[in-house]
DNA sequence: TCTTCTTATGCTCGCACTGAGTATAACCCC
DNA sequence: GGGGTTATACTCAGTGCGAGCATAAGAAGA
């Protein structure tokens, strides 16, 4: 029977004041997430997993679902050894990391995801070329327009739609064409700068955006994020953090409570202005709607 | 650093006359999914599939996708060892299985998925019951009634909504009030009867069940399972086998060609009643919408 | 040939939801 | 009170969908 070393990674997210958040712990290489290794007597590895980041990071851990397991050779640096990662998205509320841990904006990590202020202009300036040469590398034919869909598809140019939840494949590709590169090193002009991250743990987070992404349309995740009681505009902006979209207030508002997903508690928080009306999550709507989500513009 | 023993699985799946079906292998266990061991020169996981496959079954593999990890303690017979297995979903028209495989149909191991003709009778006489009696053994407090919740989410009783994809969620509650025993046993009065399957490969054909379910409503996955041209009523027949619905025919028709999904060759098929014209994929979907797909009740 | 059965295809209601925008309310600060 | 700010209510047009009616085009049998 052939075995392989395995480990465990977690991407941790939260949201901070203006955009999604993970967790990481400072490497030798750059920024990692936490890791841990399968003990012989973890009964389930989600339970090895609330155990390591609890020892390393001193957070317990609410919502936990596994993302991928990563396994191709080279993905470490050492190309003999073959390094087995099962990776997790978490949830969590706590915004104060222990000492040698930080949040890490997702953002910084992922530029190009963040359309809140618009198409950022990486895309059109940088990204664009470059997966053209890369199509005209195979020439003008059939394999060349493939290429040049394939970018179209997930970067949205010449008038396709923006599709928010295909964050790995847009990572996918930009590494393809080289614009990034996986392990940290020089960054050259040809790529697109970002925080080094260890190993391919920034496709980890890649990973972890684009289910959160997807899930928030049918999953009522986002009030994991959030305190018991909000306002709606609290609940709108960090979608819109995580979704990387702004979203129209009123139809926004319209939509949760015609969804009923939220209800109101009949106290208010002052803001500013008017003081808004503070709201609760819904549990009911659980059993009322098949697929409770927020709605953003990809789910149609 | 810890090891574990690796598999991985493939849940093959294709689709018969009347149902989905997955490629099995006899094993003295009851039937068993495909199963390999990753090679230390597999350069990447899909490729040790493919590889492992091609050798065992003598298919060749089109659409893959990583599933799930299993990993828990106690997943196989021997409580000391741990098996790791990354399992596989994988579709193919292919309908000659070589030797030693069979297909064997989804909805004989999960017969509770099968709407097409109407809610299933044990749902309601087998299901609803002990799951009652699962909550009562809580007392009729808080926990009884978040179980008793759950049963009503998943199975859709007391109004709440049918949603396909939940498949493995309903498997795993099935597996917790005892309705179901995984490994092969003795059936009694009190289990659903099914064809027994080698560990815990029927949890394995769940997770996959649902995913394609899921996937059938943002991805052109259908199309996988269908010969280059076919006819709408047979794409029909193919998405609500999948599906486990039964779907309205000429809301189905306009679904999929004002989606511009598909586009006419020209050509018609003889039926028994009308001919009906023959259709083909129409890839030029992929650039035009978010997430072209088929649309079943539950993705609203 | 005429009838009946079968499948394919076209079309039309009515409802629900959505995008976009206008209007008004309720607080702050000065 | 005026102006800024945020909250909330409402409208209107377009779109998508469930449900059903109607017609077309073949096969098989009387």
Request: net charge negative; proline share 6%.
């Amino acid at each position: 029977m052939s075995s392989a070393v395995v480990g465990l990674n977690a991407v941790i997210v939260s949201v901070g004041d203006t955009a999604p958040q993970v967790l990481v712990v400072s490497s030798g290489e750059g920024w990692a997430l936490p890791s841990g290794q399968l003990a012989a007597d973890d009964r389930t590895l989600d339970l090895a997993l609330r155990r390591y980041v609890r020892d390393q990071t001193a957070l317990e851990l609410g919502y936990v679902e596994q993302l991928y397991t990563f396994g191709d050779l080279g993905r470490v640096p050492d190309e003999r050894q073959r390094l087995l990662s099962v990776a997790y998205l978490a949830l969590t509320r706590a915004d104060e990391p222990s000492s040698n841990a930080r949040w890490l904006d997702c953002y910084e990590l992922l530029p190009w995801e963040d359309h809140r202020a618009g198409r950022p202009a990486v895309l059109d300036e940088l990204v664009d070329p470059a997966v053209n040469a890369w199509a005209d590398e195979v020439g003008a034919g059939e394999g060349g327009e493939a290429r040049r869909q394939r970018g179209d598809i997930v970067f949205a140019f010449h008038d396709a739609p923006w599709d928010g939840v295909r964050v790995l494949e847009r990572y996918e590709l930009l590494y393809e064409v080289g614009l990034l590169t996986e392990a940290p090193g020089p960054s050259s002009a040809t790529t697109i700068d970002s925080v080094p991250m260890r190993f391919d743990h920034r496709r980890m987070v890649a990973t972890a955006l684009g289910r959160l992404r997807g899930k928030l349309t049918y999953r009522p995740v986002v009030f994991e994020l959030l305190p018991d009681t909000f306002t709606l505009l609290q609940l709108q902006r960090l979608v819109e953090a995580l979704a990387g979209v702004a979203l129209h207030k009123q139809n926004f508002r319209r939509l949760v409570e015609r969804a009923r997903l939220v209800e109101g508690t009949g106290d208010t928080l002052q803001t500013g202005g008017r003081p808004a009306e503070l709201f609760r999550f819904r549990r009911e709507v659980l059993t009322e709607r098949p697929r409770p989500g927020v709605g953003v513009p990809w789910s149609l």
